[in-house]
């Protein structure tokens, strides 16, 4: 899986499977990282879930985390601000998704 830094923050990707029986990381996925989520794909709950599932991972409030491309796609590029690319990279390879 692929990180990257911009403006500030850590962009990294997503592959999210929603209406799952639990969110959580799964691993890595065709070079994402991917999510399953409880949440349906509709009025825009799964991806808050999706940023909640990684403000909870990276200890940083649900503010601090977009989705700043593939809003209505399974395909996501989630943004992190208020945690180093460093803390990030660890913090994934610690759930099993290589960097």
């Known amino acids: 899986m692929e990180l990257s830094e911009k403006d500030g923050g850590v ?5 999210a499977q929603p209406r799952s029986s639990k969110s959580r ?4 996925y065709g070079g994402r990282l991917k ?5 349906p794909p ?3 709950a799964a991806n808050r879930e999706c940023c909640a ?5 990276f200890g940083v409030a649900p503010s601090r985390l977009s ?6 796609s399974r395909n996501k590029t989630v943004r992190v601000e208020g945690i180093s690319f460093e803390e990030v990279a660890r913090i994934l390879l610690r759930e099993g998704a290589a960097t």
Not at 25 to 28: F, H, L, R, V
Not at 67 to 72: D, E, F, P, T, Y
């Open 11 to 15: 962009l990294f990707q997503v592959k």
């Open 25 to 28: 990381i799964c691993g890595e």
């Open 35 to 39: 999510v399953t989520l409880k949440a």
């Open 42 to 44: 509709v009025d825009d």
């Open 53 to 57: 599932l990684f403000a909870k991972l």
């Open 67 to 72: 989705i700043v491309a593939g809003m209505s």
